[in-house]
């Protein structure tokens, strides 16, 4: 007898702040989208019904990361669920902008997000994933991944030591020189030639830059630090 193959896993994330009905309609409709696409709802993250703007730095000095949506990066990366479905807008509005939330959960959990339509029966090909369609395969080796490998390493630090401040002969267990990464991270900035969108992130991140945590210049090439 043949034995049924178990349905893939995917998680639900909801910003209680953002339902004006039933929680378990919301909850409902992840659920349906999971199941139409092949998946199971192994869990859904609810992030407080508070302000997202008035949400005090977390425990573990992560500056503004929403608490459900850390709890969420910790299941994912303590899990095989690489899938996140949520509903429109419930990522946008934080103090933490939504990309770098994404590049957080990119780098933390490895997983991507996907947000469930209004409508049902939406074709899963017309989905648009929320982190600009990262695809871990197909782009495993590009500067993109090579940066949210270095930010997993710092955050995975931030988590453990409740603080960013890292020593310059800092090695990680697997191998990375996360010390001399935030040096020429630094240095770059110095320079002018590290991205404004990632000077944000190092900043929200709680990395003391140097220069007052302002940004680069808009739309400067990413340097070395990337690929270090």
């Known amino acids: 007898m043949m034995s049924t193959p178990s349905p893939r896993l995917m998680y639900g994330y909801l910003r209680l702040d953002l ?15 999971a199941a139409e696409h092949g998946y199971q709802l192994a869990g859904v993250f609810h ?12 425990s573990t000095s992560l500056p503004f990361l929403p608490p459900g949506f850390l709890e969420l990066a910790r299941a994912c990366r303590d899990s095989d669920v690489r899938e996140v479905v949520t509903l429109p807008g419930h ?20 997983a991507q997000v996907f947000t469930a339509p209004r409508t049902s029966k939406a074709r899963y090909g017309d989905l648009i994933t929320l982190d600009g369609g990262l695809d871990f395969d197909r782009k ?20 453990d030591h409740g603080h960013a401040d890292i020593p310059a002969t ?7 020189h996360l010390g001399r990464w935030l040096i020429a991270c630094r240095n770059s900035v110095r320079a002018g030639t ?6 944000a992130l190092l900043a929200d991140l709680g990395v003391h830059l140097g220069v007052s945590n302002t940004f680069g210049r808009p739309g400067a090439a990413a340097s070395k630090p990337d690929a270090a």
């Open 19 to 33: 339902i004006t009905g039933c929680v378990d309609e919301s909850q409902a409709q992840l659920e349906a989208f």
């Open 194 to 199: 590290l991205a404004a969108d990632r000077i």
């Open 140 to 159: 495993f080796h590009d500067e993109h991944y090579r940066w949210t490998e270095w930010v997993a390493a710092l955050t995975a630090y931030i988590l």
């Open 91 to 110: 990522l946008a509005g934080m103090p933490m902008p939504q990309k770098h939330l994404l590049t957080f959960l990119a780098a933390r959990g490895h």
């Open 170 to 176: 800092h090695i990680t267990a697997d191998g990375h």
């Open 47 to 58: 992030e407080p019904a508070t302000n997202p703007s008035t949400l005090p730095p977390s």
